[in-house]
């Protein structure tokens, strides 16, 4: 089977770890020329050595760093704007719209919505020669319903689904080929998880916990988000664009009611 994603320049941000690093490690296999890219330089520059990529730093928040990328970087194929905080990386903090604070607001939206806008600004630039291309943006199911909790991650992912849209439209209205669509995981098991889950005896519980209400009762893996990236990235989405697909093991699909097994 040829390789699907032969010839194409794929640019990921938030590469070093998780889901991006899957991203990567797919897109390599169906023989695409990537450039990861992170802000944590130790890890990324080493997993970039192992893989036998391109790495560059790419702190997402930065306007500067985009547009040194554009400088190194002046035409791709494809972009994934994967880069994304939770906002509990250093500490439990409240992120409940009562008691969040503003700057934590703000910090949020920096990474996931800010760093979103600047990497589909970027890629329109790089792609419109060529007119062609596609624009992965990774979202999440916190894009889709409220999490209390959770609020300043759910409204930036909720934007990057709807900024998703707005891209995939200008971009058809440019009279170009370039599209853009959004993905919604759900838990996918990632080092994001660690310190939830925990090493201890009560690993399994704890896993459980956090997926009973998921009809298929299980994480997602990276390499799960990675294979609807690498199907988006390739020619065979040539007709896919403003859509959002969910990975999200069927939790809306319907009420979190455990399915019936009659």
């Known amino acids: 089977m040829a390789e699907r994603l032969n010839g194409k320049?794929?640019?990921?941000t938030?590469?070093?770890?998780?889901?991006?690093?899957a991203i990567a490690r797919a897109y390599l296999?169906?023989?695409a020329t990537v450039i990861a890219t992170d802000k944590d330089v130790a890890t990324g520059a080493t997993l970039a050595d192992e893989l036998g990529c391109e790495f560059l730093e790419l702190d997402v928040r930065e306007e500067a760093h985009w547009q040194k990328l554009a400088k190194q970087h002046p035409r791709i194929d494809v972009l994934v704007n994967n880069a994304g905080v939770t906002?509990?990386?250093d500490a439990v903090v409240a992120h409940d719209p009562e008691n969040a604070s503003l700057e934590e607001w703000r910090a949020v939206h920096a990474v996931n919505l800010d760093g979103t806008f600047?990497?589909?600004?970027y890629a329109i630039g790089a792609m419109k020669e060529a007119g062609t291309g596609s624009i992965i943006n990774i979202s999440s199911r916190s894009g889709l319903v409220g999490i209390p909790a959770a609020a300043a991650y759910a409204s930036s992912k909720a934007a990057v689904r709807n900024?998703?849209?707005?891209?995939?439209?200008?971009?058809?209205?440019?009279?170009?080929?370039i599209r853009c669509n959004s993905i919604h995981p759900a838990a996918v098991l990632t080092p994001m998880w660690e310190p939830m889950l925990g090493q201890g005896e009560?690993?399994?519980a704890n896993m459980a916990a956090f997926v009973a209400d998921t009809p298929l009762k299980r994480f997602a893996?990276?390499?799960e988000v990675a294979a609807i990236c690498t199907m988006l990235a390739s020619d065979e989405a040539s007709y896919i664009t403003g859509t959002e697909i969910n990975i999200d093991g069927g939790l809306l699909a319907g009420s979190a009611a455990s399915p019936s097994s009659g």
């Open 221 to 223: 893996q990276a390499s």
């Open 163 to 177: 900024h998703t849209k707005s891209v995939a439209l200008y971009c058809a209205q440019l009279g170009t080929q």
């Open 14 to 21: 938030g590469a070093a770890r998780g889901i991006g690093e």
């Open 87 to 89: 906002g509990f990386e």
């Open 29 to 31: 296999d169906e023989g």
């Open 9 to 12: 320049l794929c640019v990921i």
């Open 118 to 121: 600047m990497g589909c600004r």
């Open 202 to 204: 009560n690993r399994g």
